[in-house]
Nanobody
Framework: VQLQACGGGLVQAGGFLGLSCTVSGNIFGLVNMGWFRQAPGKQRDLVAR???????NYTDSVKGRFTISRVSTKNTMYLQMNNLKPEDTAVYYCNVVFFPRVNYWGKGTLVTVSS
């Protein structure tokens, strides 16, 4: 299983960016897909997660601003990030979970929000 993440970059506060993550390989048993982020000096935290049935959940700080989605036929997950804030600056990682609890991680992509 491999994860290929795209997107990220530099944007001014209030702007928007989109991330995508495509999963390749044997995806049988794929349960959840999600995005995590890690700011300098901080731990890696969950940003948003979407289950195979489409149910999504978000960390409180991004609710109303970020939207996670997935296109199962393309094995691809997206994160639309609107009204970005400097505190959203971090390396973003895509994550997939296979039954029962096997995790795979993509390489991080940097999102920088300038004030």
């Amino acid at each position: 299983v491999q994860l290929q993440a795209c997107g990220g970059g530099l944007v001014q506060a209030g702007g928007f960016l989109g991330l995508s993550c495509t999963v390749s390989g044997n995806i049988f048993g794929l349960v959840n897909m999600g995005w995590f982020r890690q700011a300098p000096g901080k731990q890696r935290d969950l940003v948003a997660r979407i289950a195979s049935g489409g149910a999504a959940n978000y960390t409180d700080s991004v609710k109303g601003r970020f939207t996670i989605s997935r296109v199962s036929t393309k094995n691809t997950m997206y994160l639309q990030m609107n009204n970005l804030k400097p505190e959203d600056t971090a390396v973003y990682y895509c994550n997939v979970v296979f039954f029962p609890r096997v995790n795979y991680w993509g390489k991080g992509t940097l999102v920088t929000v300038s004030s």
